[in-house]
């Protein structure tokens, strides 16, 4: 499942078009016609940025860009033709490849467009990656609960069969509580995936803050977006390590009940530190607003 989802849509699009050519004559024609299409894309783009007079120097890599992904969809569509010693992992390498080179363009881009941007075009890319952090984490969290989870209790249910026959076997009384394995293991999802969902909510109050500064840095509907920004992230980052906590208390109290004990800090590192960045930036924002009303009042 992972590795599907990871080899998305190149392995696909090559999978459709190999089905495509081998149906005949015309079939493969128009997927020889549809793979030159595809893989002209990041030219295509190059010719639309030129066009709108939107293009820097770091867009001439979508050329190199393009010629990556005739080499990748290529292999895609032939997977036979790219040797690997480990059968079935052709898609990862290939979907790496290009997928590493599209994140080093983008990097470049962006770092370009914020050091050399206006204010507008900052704020664009703010909005921007909150978007992307809003997809990111919606994303994540969806497959917690969708893949992750079921294949949890999948395992939950196999150790707990397992501890039962080998009781049966040797004649011991089975200490183990099928109840309680499944709790731990659907409070560890639930603690993986929660963060996720409250950094979602802390984005759009994000994306709500930074609405209003655009139209007013100083006024009082900043000063209310930043406060009740800073308030819901200090809120969420008490929630998630209370449930930390007490995900380790139920492991704790029910440790001679489970297959298997995993005592561990449940503080998603990446949410700590996002919601910590937004935390001190609402309140550096805050600060500096009501230092602007004190100065306004005292002139």
């Given at each position: 499942?992972?590795s599907?989802?990871?080899?998305?849509?190149?392995?696909?699009?090559?999978?459709?078009?190999?089905?495509?050519?081998?149906?005949?004559?015309?079939?493969?024609?128009?997927?020889?016609?549809?793979?030159?299409?595809?893989?002209?894309?990041?030219?295509?783009?190059w010719?639309?940025?030129?066009?709108k007079?939107?293009?820097?120097?770091?867009?001439?890599?979508?050329?190199?860009?393009?010629?990556?992904?005739?080499?990748?969809?290529?292999?895609?569509?032939?997977?036979?033709?790219?040797?690997?010693?480990?059968?079935?992992?052709?898609?990862?390498?290939?979907?790496?490849?290009?997928?590493?080179?599209?994140?080093?363009?983008?990097?470049?881009?962006?770092?370009?467009?914020?050091?050399?941007?206006?204010?507008?075009?900052?704020?664009?890319?703010?909005?921007?990656?909150?978007?992307?952090l809003?997809?990111?984490?919606?994303?994540?969290?969806?497959?917690?609960?969708t893949?992750?989870?079921?294949?949890?209790?999948?395992?939950?249910?196999?150790?707990?069969?397992?501890?039962?026959?080998?009781?049966?076997?040797?004649?011991?009384?089975?200490?183990?509580?099928?109840?309680?394995?499944?709790?731990?293991?659907?409070?560890?999802?639930?603690?993986?995936?929660?963060?996720?969902?409250?950094?979602?909510?802390?984005?759009?109050?994000?994306?709500?803050?930074?609405?209003?500064?655009?139209?007013?840095?100083?006024?009082?509907?900043?000063?209310?977006?930043?406060?009740?920004?800073?308030?819901?992230?200090?809120?969420?980052?008490?929630?998630?390590?209370?449930?930390?906590?007490?995900?380790?208390?139920?492991?704790?109290?029910?440790?001679?009940?489970?297959?298997?004990?995993?005592?561990?800090?449940?503080?998603?590192?990446?949410?700590?530190?996002?919601?910590?960045a937004?935390?001190?930036?609402?309140?550096?924002?805050?600060?500096?607003?009501?230092?602007?009303?004190?100065?306004?009042?005292?002139?």
């Open positions: 499942m992972a599907a989802i990871f080899t998305f849509p190149l392995e696909s699009i090559g999978g459709f078009l190999r089905n495509m050519s081998l149906s005949g004559a015309a079939g493969n024609i128009a997927a020889s016609i549809l793979y030159g299409g595809i893989c002209l894309i990041p030219v295509l783009v010719f639309i940025l030129k066009k007079q939107k293009m820097v120097k770091s867009d001439y890599l979508l050329f190199p860009l393009s010629a990556l992904l005739f080499y990748v969809l290529y292999y895609s569509i032939n997977p036979g033709l790219f040797h690997t010693n480990i059968v079935g992992t052709g898609g990862i390498y290939l979907s790496g490849l290009f997928y590493s080179a599209l994140v080093t363009y983008g990097v470049i881009r962006i770092q370009g467009m914020a050091v050399k941007g206006s204010r507008k075009t900052i704020q664009f890319l703010l909005k921007f990656f909150l978007y992307l809003a997809v990111i984490f919606t994303g994540m969290a969806l497959l917690e609960f893949v992750s989870l079921p294949e949890a209790m999948k395992a939950a249910q196999d150790s707990y069969e397992q501890a039962a026959a080998f009781s049966g076997l040797v004649g011991m009384e089975l200490s183990v509580r099928q109840e309680m394995i499944y709790v731990t293991t659907v409070f560890d999802s639930v603690v993986r995936t929660i963060p996720y969902i409250l950094d979602v909510i802390i984005i759009f109050k994000a994306l709500a803050l930074v609405k209003e500064l655009q139209k007013d840095w100083y006024s009082k509907e900043s000063v209310k977006a930043a406060g009740d920004l800073s308030e819901v992230t200090g809120r969420t980052l008490v929630i998630i390590t209370v449930m930390g906590f007490a995900y380790n208390l139920i492991q704790f109290f029910g440790r001679n009940s489970v297959a298997h004990s995993e005592m561990k800090i449940s503080i998603p590192i990446l949410s700590i530190v996002f919601l910590l937004v935390l001190l930036l609402a309140r550096y924002i805050k600060a500096s607003q009501e230092l602007k009303e004190e100065n306004d009042m005292f002139i």
